[in-house]
């Protein structure tokens, strides 16, 4: 019974932040396909002689790996600290999660704007708008919607009967 516990207040813990499985499925693949395009990518970059084209190009491969060991720790399966990472960058909202991704990926553009920098980077980018919308968190039924429509209807009705003097 305890392991069963244990099981459920872990499982509360991890499906805290509102997220579907599909969704978090979603930005799981979202992060793995941002960290090859911004690996290629930042590999191509680095094919130059401009100092600031090779920074942004450094700076994506790092963006990759850090996509690689925050989204999908098993590819980093040789490297002993991974899982504690992981295990950190999971504990992190996805408010937190977008503001990171994003700012990972508009730190290369701002070194060298080109075709390469703000490809390679868009679908880093793309995954941190993924867990921004994440954090708004889920869209209101129509029905709870409705009511809190009635209700202020109702509350603009008894302030508008009470303020003009005339009995409701």
């Not at 989204?71 to 295990?87: G, M, R, S």
């Amino acid at each position: 019974m305890s392991s069963e516990e244990a099981a459920a207040s872990t499982k509360a813990t991890v499906d805290d932040d509102g997220m579907t499985w599909w969704y978090r499925w979603l930005c799981k693949i979202a992060g793995v396909l941002g960290g090859i395009s911004c690996a290629v990518s930042g590999v191509w970059n680095c094919v130059t002689v401009n100092p600031l084209n090779i920074a942004a190009g450094v700076w994506m491969v790092l963006n990759a790996f850090v996509l690689f060991l925050c989204e999908v720790p098993f590819c980093c399966q040789f490297i002993e600290f991974a899982n504690a990472i992981a295990a950190r960058a999971d504990k992190l909202k996805p408010w937190q999660k977008a503001i990171f991704y994003c700012g990972m990926a508009l730190f290369p553009i701002f070194l060298s704007f080109s075709f390469t920098t703000l490809f390679g980077n868009a679908i880093a980018f793309a995954t941190g708008v993924l867990y921004g919308l994440a954090s708004l968190g889920k869209k209101g039924d129509a029905v709870t919607y409705a009511r809190l429509q009635h209700q202020k209807q109702g509350d603009e009705e008894r302030m508008t009967g009470t303020t003009n003097g005339a009995p409701e």
